[in-house]
């Protein structure tokens, strides 16, 4: 009887150490895979630290699971900036090329592929790089209305 016991309780510490290696957030939230960075789930980073407290190592190991692909944190809460000294300008005639080209150009450039057939696409004429952060502060604020 106590062999037998000491078997299941060794096969659930195992699962409990393998549930723990993949992440809570991981696991629980698939969806949330892949944000960079914002506000941490209070959920997942309780659940994280259970396992510190219990299994050091997997508990470690479940934190830099979940902060490396981005389930701890909450969606929509992420926080970017816009580097501008990074933006790249690429200049067109605009005279001679249509629309089909503007397309063209954006995905070759950017490895977007935008239609101008969208129904929620906006066209902004920009006369600097200034102009961009402006442009992207007030169409991220006329979303949020």
Known sequence: MVFKLSHVLK???????????????????????????GKIDAGVAVLDGVGLLLFIIPGVIAFAVDFSD?????????????DLKNIKIVKFDTGHGSAQNLEN?????????????????????????????ANLAAALSADNK
Do not use: H, W
């Open 70 to 82: 981005g389930a701890i944190y909450l969606p929509g809460t992420s926080r970017s900036s816009l």
């Open 11 to 37: 096969a659930f510490v195992c699962a409990v150490l393998a549930v723990q290696l993949a992440g809570c957030g991981t696991i629980m939230y698939p969806g949330r895979r892949g944000q960079q960075g």
């Open 105 to 133: 150009i954006i995905k070759e450039e950017t490895g977007y592929n935008v239609k101008f057939s969208q129904a929620d696409l906006k066209v902004i004429r920009l006369n600097s790089k200034d102009d961009v952060r």
